[in-house]
């Protein structure tokens, strides 16, 4: 099964789902947390009794809906909802406290008790906690939401509001200095808590990459009010590489401003208008899965007067431990099913297949018996696995991966295996290689040569499938349309003289990866509609190196089929002669 095929299958196969859920405050006292309100007592523990609440509350609903109990009493993800997630939001200021913000201790101690209970949940199920309010070492007020992953796939990643309004709670810090303070943060990148800790306390880039269970990935947006007209996360992904979007807007008292927003749904979490919208409309609610008596185990025992009642459209919790009443509404599933993050993820698993299969202690002996240094080998490794890891995950830390770094990576990792395969054919032609290694040799060259074909193959496919969007490069001029469908139809017939004259092995070691290369290149011209003017001056390079060493085909075994071969380049020629003149354009970029 070609490469194409297997992307064209995943195409049309497989997505990702996403389940909705937003909490909201139902209070307008509770809509900022206790944040104005007479201080309680305890406040620290109530928040994470409150936290822990909502997170079993979530879980079982989860488990309900995708997960089974086994004969041994553990839970498994139901056959087909391996990349069915649940996503949680909660509304902007929900988690402030009374009078003062949190101290780095009480934030180390909350974010404690949600990473013990995040880590007891089921996998495919992630928390946006918004918002702390917490203090900073230069006694500022962070608006601070976290984002949590649960289960196997545990992650902990805070965020913070980069944008202000004057009407966000402050702590009588002046407002002009706070907005100063962010914009002096952002600029230079600098810390905000000058302790160290066991726990991800600084703020990180808005943008999470969330696993499923199935081996996907989903890239998590996240605005946080005033920050989607003024600072939005949507400008980070015009670079990147394609992948599963979902976008969340965390908001007390906002609209959504959907030139801003990426994919076609947004979670809108805010006090007044909550809802996982479309342009077009509003999802509607659907009914919990739960039973009053489970709802019922969810309180803790020392909060008697915390009620919880169901209705069709949501979960009701009145006198919660921490701030006003609020509901949790469940949303019907959005599939998010984008063609070209599929194909990414596809061609990120053939990439960890192939390296899996280059990377052995035995391909490197193979190597070093004929000669070539183990930092060569190891090289090309610390190539693959980069631009693997830079598919798999294209966010870290504070950064992301561009499209165009990846490319980069991937085109690099192409050209050292290219290298090592032309110093072995050097070795060869220097008659570097025993008699008693002949065979070994020319073993081990043709199994590299098919492997770079491969690569080179899969990577160019991969490249084919980017809309413009995302691989656009202004290059001399490009040629499309008419004037190429001659070339593309005599570069097919050669692709296959080519593999013919590969599988019986007519030509000697030497130009066996020119030969593979042209072909490579020949099918990036026969699978794209606009090709690239250096992409046609490559491939007239190439057959100059091919008849140069006409010598190394072996005649004497298929003359007819070295005719053909060098009269079908001629043609090719012939072809690329006849062409139109090229037009300026952009274009995807080739390899």
């Known amino acids: 099964m070609s490469f194409r095929s297997i992307l064209d299958e995943a195409k049309t196969q497989k997505h990702l789902s996403v389940d ?10 509770g809509r900022v947390g206790e944040y104005g309100t007479r201080p309680r007592e305890n406040p620290i523990q109530r928040l994470i009794d409150h936290i822990t ?19 041994d009493g553990s839970f498994k993800v139901k056959p087909g909802h391996e990349d069915c997630l649940t996503k949680v939001s909660l509304v902007e200021f929900s988690l402030h406290t009374a009078n003062e913000p949190l101290k780095f201790e009480d934030l180390e101690k909350i974010l404690a008790a949600i990473s013990e209970k995040a880590k007891s949940c089921h996998a495919n199920l992630s928390f946006l906690f918004s918002s702390f309010a917490v203090l900073t070492s230069e006694k500022m007020v962070l608006n601070y939401p ?74 998590d947006l996240v605005d946080v009010c005033a920050d989607v007209e003024l600072d939005p996360v949507s400008p980070h992904l015009q670079d990147m590489l394609p992948f599963h979007v979902s976008h969340t807007i965390t908001s007390n008292t906002n609209r959504v401003m959907w030139d801003r927003v990426v994919g076609d749904y947004i979670a809108h979490a805010d006090y007044a208008n909550p809802g996982v919208k479309s342009k077009e409309h509003n999802l509607p609610t659907r009914p919990t899965t739960l039973s009053s008596e489970q709802l019922r185990n969810t309180v803790p025992s020392h909060y008697p007067e915390t009620k919880i009642a169901v209705n069709e459209k949501e979960i009701k919790v009145t006198d919660p431990p921490f701030g006003g009443e609020y509901a949790i509404i469940f949303y019907p599933e959005v599939k998010l099913a984008n063609s070209n993050a599929i194909v990414t993820h596809e061609f990120g698993k053939q990439l960890e297949l192939f390296y899996k299969k280059f990377h052995t202690s035995e391909q490197c002996l193979r190597l070093k018996s004929l000669g070539i240094e183990e930092a060569a080998w190891t090289s ?19 950064k992301y991966y561009t499209l ?36 070994s ?24 499938y980017l809309p413009n969007k995302f ?22 017939s ?32 026969t699978q794209t509609d606009v090709v690239p003017k250096q992409l046609i001056i490559d491939i007239q390079h190439q057959i100059q190196l091919l008849k140069k060493e006409r010598e190394h085909f072996s005649s004497s075994k298929d003359i007819s089929m070295e005719l053909a071969f060098y009269a079908s380049c001629d043609r090719l020629e012939d072809c690329i002669k006849n062409l139109d003149k090229p037009s300026m354009s952009a274009v995807p970029r080739s390899t």
């Open 146 to 219: 976290v984002h949590v992953q649960c289960g196997e796939f545990f992650k902990l990643q805070p965020m913070y509001k980069r944008s202000l309004r004057g009407d966000d709670p402050n702590y009588h810090i002046n407002f002009f200095r706070l907005m100063q303070y962010l914009k002096n943060k952002e600029s230079t990148k600098s810390r905000f808590f000058s302790q160290s800790s066991a726990y991800p306390i600084e703020p990180k880039l808005p943008i999470v990459e969330v696993p499923t269970l199935g081996g996907n990935v989903m890239l």
């Open 494 to 525: 050669l692709i296959k003289l080519a593999e013919k004259i590969k599988n019986e092995r007519l030509f000697t070691a030497t130009p066996n990866l020119n030969m593979g290369i042209l072909a490579a290149m020949l099918y990036r011209v």
């Open 404 to 439: 165009k770094d990846t490319l980069l990576v991937g085109q690099d990792a192409l050209e050292s295996l290219a290298n090592l395969i032309v110093q072995l054919a050097d070795r060869y032609k220097q008659k570097q290689i025993s008699a008693d290694s002949e065979v």
């Open 380 to 398: 090309i490794c610390s190539r693959l696995a980069k631009f693997k890891g830079m598919l798999a995950h294209p966010v870290t830390e504070q």
């Open 471 to 492: 691989n656009k490069t202004v290059v001399e001029g490009t040629y499309e349309g008419e004037s190429l469908k001659k070339v593309r139809v005599q570069g097919e």
């Open 441 to 464: 040799f020319i073993k081990e060259f043709n199994y590299l040569t098919d492997m770079y074909v491969s690569l080179n193959e899969m990577y160019c496919t991969w490249v084919s």
């Open 53 to 71: 609440m909502m997170m079993d509350i979530v879980n079982l609903e989860h488990q309900n809906r995708h997960f089974f109990k086994a004969s």
């Open 20 to 29: 909705h859920a937003i909490i909201c405050t139902t209070s307008f006292f």
